[in-house]
């Protein structure tokens, strides 16, 4: 297979994927958005009463909070370098330097 011919090749085939990832969720998106309490596709009517009911709720406002609070102290500590790097390192690096 020539370059050109692969690299249409790979598209077409991460495209597909991408089509096959993604279209269930749009549908699940789409159908959040639905009255009924069954699932339809494509929805009669639209409504934010769902959404509403859920952000009311108190144990999904306690679940949200402490799921920002863990993510905020997770990245703070996935993003700070250490206080004290070992002599020979950078704080880029995992090991020694290489070389001799």
């Known amino acids: 297979m020539t370059g050109r011919a692969s ?5 077409t085939v991460v495209g ?9 969720i749009l549908v ?13 596709f494509p929805p009669e009517e639209f409504s934010f009463a769902s959404y509403i009911e ?3 709720t108190a144990e999904f ?4 909070w402490i799921s920002l609070v863990v ?4 990245t ?7 206080a004290r790097t070992p002599p ?3 704080a880029r690096t995992a090991g020694p330097p290489s070389g001799g």
Request: hydrophobic share 50%; aromatic share 12%; with cysteine.
């Open 88 to 90: 020979g390192c950078s």
């Open 71 to 74: 993510a905020a102290g997770s």
């Open 7 to 11: 690299r249409a090749a790979n598209r």
């Open 61 to 64: 406002s306690r679940g949200l």
């Open 76 to 82: 703070l500590l996935a993003i700070t370098p250490p």
């Open 54 to 56: 859920v952000f009311q």
């Open 28 to 40: 699940v998106f789409v159908v959040s958005f639905d009255t009924s309490t069954f699932l339809r």
């Open 16 to 24: 597909l994927v991408l089509l096959f990832l993604w279209t269930p």
